[in-house]
């Protein structure tokens, strides 16, 4: 039996509008209705002007992040019958408002970017064959490779609020993950970045990162990680100054 | 792209406190302010035993005080959860490995606790 | 635009301190306030004995010394760290100024605790 819910949507139309503003929406809903198929009735029969963003609804294209009663969520993986009391929908947070739900994800993908999340100084030929890995070399890394991209460690990472030079979660987690990787030897490259004060050291390990990932991926174990890695380049550099 | 107007929304000066998850964090990291005080006067009362008994029986009538008692207490009590909360940080910071195998968050957390215990008897079998 | 060539930072030297005095502050810390916090002025509930010449005694002990210089110098520069880091995250920002001003209070107190337990000595 499908029910009408209440979901509270943050608008924000840059042509008119100066600043977001909430509006209500009741929503027929039943127990498999997620936050995305009540966008999706929204767009097509309350307002076809709202904007959002979706792709695969099954939580692996990292497109759908909104907050959701302002906890970062995959819209696709969230479920209007956990929240009886009706909820808000807003953009991901620490993001700038594109318009509505869209929010513009250009500092996550330019640090994406930056930390060269692909290998790195391996020489091998293809006629070589494919570059085996030992299920131990696999395991150091396999964690952090899970992330999707999705952005919303970075809506959880007060760090990044405070200071939007951080590097932040997802980006560090995966100089982390390619860092671990045997096949891998950019790991001098990606120390620069790491090493700053908005490399690892941005990070004061609040941990919320980790408990909003929907990939279990924990970015804050990755970062701190890197803090221990980074100490120890720090130590190395004070030893041989010449090459710091 | 002459419509692009992007919208930056401010951090609340109080955010921490709009989400149980960042309070408790700035609990983790208030712990401080009672360990601050506490070891300010612990150095004064190293400075009285410096000084001699009668600035040390002065010391001693000053931390007696129910506020600086107050303090201490919430100085253990900080203390503990700083422990809670370090001691689950640190199987993730480094990980420990026996073999090939991770031990486990839970192992780690475990014997970081027991060790607490053992250190804190033989300080006080000691004094 | 980020920063593509940043510059080291110094941060792994209050880290490392942080840390290690963060190990102190879990592990010794909670014993420490107990005894020389909660059950000296209760005057060890009539139990334990802290008075000043079993102190002076600890504290003059090559063991006592170094305890007592690291129960005072590692949980205050674990301390001050988090006060560099806290005030950011309430927004008061103290620059680098204020960052060393932390530190500079960790060495005092640091100092003091090694001069005066080299004065027991």
Redo the contacts between chains.
């Keep these: 039996m499908d029910k009408l819910q209440t979901v509270n949507v943050l608008r924000y139309d840059p042509a008119k509008d100066e600043e977001p503003y909430l509006e209500t929406f009741k929503v027929p809903a039943n127990d498999t209705t997620s936050v995305q198929d009540a966008l999706a009735y929204i767009k097509d029969h309350l307002d076809k002007s709202l904007s959002y963003r979706w792709s695969c609804r099954m939580a692996i294209c990292g497109s759908c992040g909104v907050m959701v009663n302002n906890v970062p969520k995959l819209a696709c993986k969230t479920f209007l019958r956990d929240y009886p009391e009706g909820l808000t929908l807003e953009p991901l947070a620490n993001f700038a408002i594109e318009k509505d739900l869209v929010v513009d994800k250009t500092?996550f993908l330019?640090?994406l970017e930056?930390i060269k999340p692909y290998i790195i100084g391996n020489d091998r030929k293809p006629e070589e064959g494919p570059n085996l890995q030992t299920p131990a070399q696999m395991a150091k890394y396999k964690q952090f490779a899970g992330c999707i991209n999705c952005g919303l460690c970075y809506a959880a990472c007060?760090q990044f609020g405070?200071?939007p030079?951080f590097?932040g979660p997802a980006a560090l987690t995966l100089a982390r993950r390619y860092n671990l990787d045997s096949r891998d030897h950019g790991k001098a490259e990606r120390m620069?970045?790491i090493?700053?004060?908005?490399?690892a050291?941005g990070c004061?390990f609040v941990g919320y990162c980790s408990e909003v990932c929907p990939k279990h991926v924990d970015p804050a174990a990755a970062v701190n990680q890197s803090?221990v890695e980074?100490?120890k380049d720090?130590?190395i550099?004070m030893l041989r100054p010449q090459e710091? | 792209m002459q419509n692009r107007k992007p919208y930056v929304r401010p951090?609340a000066?109080t955010w921490?406190a709009e989400n149980n998850f960042f309070s408790w964090y700035?609990v983790r990291?208030?712990t401080?302010v009672p360990?601050?005080i506490?070891?300010?006067?612990?150095?004064a009362?190293?400075?009285a035993?410096?000084s001699g008994?009668s600035a040390?029986?002065a010391w001693?009538a000053f931390?007696?005080h129910p506020l600086?008692?107050i303090i201490?207490?919430l100085?253990?009590v900080g203390?503990?959860y700083?422990?809670k909360t370090?001691?689950s940080m640190m199987p993730k910071v480094m990980p420990i490995k026996v073999g090939d195998k991770k031990v486990s968050d839970g192992t780690v957390v475990a014997v970081?606790w027991l060790?607490?215990l053992v250190?804190?008897a033989v300080?006080?079998a000691l004094? | 635009?980020?920063?593509?060539?940043?510059?080291?930072?110094d941060?792994?030297?209050w880290?490392?301190l942080f840390g290690a005095g963060?190990?102190w502050?879990?592990?010794?810390?909670?014993?420490?306030?107990?005894?020389?916090?909660?059950l000296?002025?209760?005057h060890g509930l009539g139990f334990?004995?802290?008075s000043?010449d079993k102190?002076?005694n600890f504290?003059s002990s090559p063991v006592g010394a170094v305890f007592?210089v690291l129960?005072?110098a590692l949980?205050?520069w674990?301390?001050m760290h988090?006060?560099h880091?806290?005030l950011?995250?309430l927004?008061v920002h103290i620059g680098a100024v204020g960052k060393y001003a932390c530190y500079v209070i960790a060495a005092v107190?640091t100092l003091?605790?090694v001069i005066?337990?080299a004065?027991?000595a």
């Design positions: 500092p330019e640090r930056a007060p405070l200071n030079e590097i620069k970045l090493n700053g004060k908005d490399g050291w004061t803090k980074s100490s720090f130590l550099a710091a | 951090i000066r921490y700035m990291e208030l401080i360990l601050i506490f070891t300010l006067n612990l150095a009362g190293l400075f035993l410096v008994p040390f029986n001693v931390s007696s600086m008692l201490n207490v100085a253990l203390a503990l700083h422990a370090f001691f970081q060790l607490v250190v804190s300080v006080l004094v | 635009m980020m920063n593509y060539a940043p510059k080291r930072s941060e792994p030297i880290w490392g963060g190990t502050f879990a592990i010794l810390t909670p014993v420490t306030v107990l005894l020389m916090g909660i000296l002025p209760l334990i004995d802290l000043y102190l002076v504290v007592t129960t005072l949980p205050m674990h301390a988090r006060v880091h806290g950011h995250d927004q107190v003091l605790a005066w337990v004065m027991l």
